[in-house]
Structures are given as C-alpha cells and as structure tokens.
Nanobody, 126 residues
Framework: QVQLVEFGGGSVQAGGSLRLSCIAS????????MGWFRQAPGKEREFVAA????????YYSDSVKDRFTISRDNAKNTVYLQLNSLKPEDTAVYSC???????????????????WGQGTQVTVSY
C-alpha cells in the first residue's frame, strides 16, 4: 500500500507560481508512473501531467502544457508539479496518484492509477 500526501497549495494572483510536492510513504515509487490530476468544483477530475518511473518521459494536458512542469526525486520518494503563469481557470484541488504497473508507460486515465492523495487546494484570483 502507498500513502501519498500533497503539499504546496495556496492562493495566488493570476500570473503567479506555486510548487506542489507529493511525498509517498509505505512503498518506494521509484519504479512507477506518477501523475497529477485536478478537480474543480462541479467538474470531473481531469488529467494534468504524468512522469515515467525514471523521469525520462513526461506528458501534459493541452491546458497546462508550457506552463506546468512535472518532475520527481526518487531518492526522496517525491514528485513535484511546478505551476507557472497561473490562470483563474487553474483553480482546483490538485492530487497526485501512482500507477503500480511496473515501469509503466504514460497514462492519462483516472482509472489507470491505483493510489491517490487527498489533494491540495490551488486558488488563482484575478
């Protein structure tokens, strides 16, 4: 079993930046795909970004591409999401998740991921 806890959310003005962290415990995540998702009020959870087990490949949704950056530090069992040039429409609860398929390829589907964190709120104002 894996426990995931997110940190780093907050309230910022449009154009600002935040760095989210997702710390895993209970099991090393160094062999697994990690993803970030978000859910805004009244909307379904949506894919944001994913990173392969060694950080060799990343993938982003069109809405965040060129503004957000996903990275990982396997020695710290941690995944990061750098959010730049934030927009009010980025307001949501951001959650990290792990796909326990060994050395798995990039996946964007919610149901591909096995464990989830509780999420951290990101609020962007005008």
């Amino acid at each position: 079993q894996v426990q995931l806890v997110e940190f780093g959310g907050g309230s910022v003005q449009a154009g600002g930046s935040l760095r989210l962290s997702c710390i895993a415990s209970g099991r090393t995540i160094s062999s697994y795909l990690m993803g970030w998702f978000r859910q805004a009020p009244g909307k379904e959870r949506e894919f944001v970004a994913a990173i392969t087990w060694n950080g060799g490949r990343t993938y982003y949704s069109d809405s965040v591409k060129d503004r957000f950056t996903i990275s990982r530090d396997n020695a710290k069992n941690t995944v990061y999401l750098q959010l730049n040039s934030l927009k009010p429409e980025d307001t949501a609860v951001y959650s990290c998740a792990v796909d326990l398929s060994y050395l798995g390829t990039l996946r964007t589907e919610v149901n591909a991921y096995h464990y989830w964190g509780q999420g951290t709120q990101v609020t962007v104002s005008y």
